[in-house]
């Protein structure tokens, strides 16, 4: 994930590693890792620190269960920290908490997440993603999607059935994003937009 001699260890021969939830990007703690700490980390998936106060290598969750599971590992720009990206097994923190700054670790950016995964699966085989077989039947197939999926919200909308209404509205969320990257834009083009016109908001 990283190249271990390239890393700016001090002069205790650690590193801080600043551990991040891959998916709401949410910081959840920050530790301390040597080199040996690092190479388990990589090889079992699990965040593995060096605990200062206990003088070894420690894996995070070893005695609650709550590990972290790494996705990615980065080094910033000098060299001398990391950012761990993880999916976490339940809260983070000692005290139970999510995080150890006692934040809770919400997904307030899923639709981005959303957005960037789409992004992918579009250049996977049709046969196996109906995002990519949708746009590979080209924009005019995917507006007419989106046009079906706002009738049928419309439709709901007039009863009140709460799952049938927010499945139709999921629906159309789905295909107005798929839209929009066959499209070649995304999420945050339409938020500018937005933001230009709340500013000039005079009601």
């Not at 205790?12 to 709401?24: K, R, S, Y």
């Not at 106060?53 to 990615?72: A, D, I, Y």
């Not at 934040?103 to 960037?116: A, I, S």
């Not at 059935?161 to 834009?185: P, Q, R, S, T, W």
Request: net charge negative; with cysteine.
């Amino acid at each position: 994930m990283v190249n271990i001699a390239e890393l700016k260890f001090d002069a205790a021969g650690l590193i801080p590693a600043i551990v991040q939830d891959a998916d709401t990007r949410v910081v959840l703690m920050q530790g301390y890792m040597n080199r040996e700490s690092l190479a388990e980390t990589e090889r079992s998936g699990k965040v593995c620190f060096f605990s200062r106060s206990r003088q070894r290598l420690w894996t995070k969750g070893e005695e609650s269960g709550h590990f972290l599971l790494v996705k990615e590992i980065l080094a910033d720009c000098d060299r001398d920290s990391l950012l761990v990206k993880v999916n976490p097994v339940g809260p983070t923190c000692h005290t139970g908490q999510d995080t150890c700054w006692g934040e809770e670790n919400v997904d307030q950016d899923f639709l981005f997440y959303l957005q960037r995964y789409l992004e992918k699966r579009k250049d996977e085989s049709p046969e196996i993603s109906y995002t990519a077989r949708l746009i590979g039947k080209g924009i005019n197939k995917v507006a007419q999607k989106v046009g079906e999926e706002a009738v049928e919200l419309v439709i709901e909308a007039k009863d009140d059935n709460e799952g049938l209404f927010l499945n139709e509205a999921a629906d159309l969320m789905y295909h107005y994003i798929v839209l929009l990257i066959a499209k070649g834009y995304g999420l945050e083009d339409v938020v500018r937009v937005l933001k230009g016109r709340h500013g000039k908001d005079k009601n």
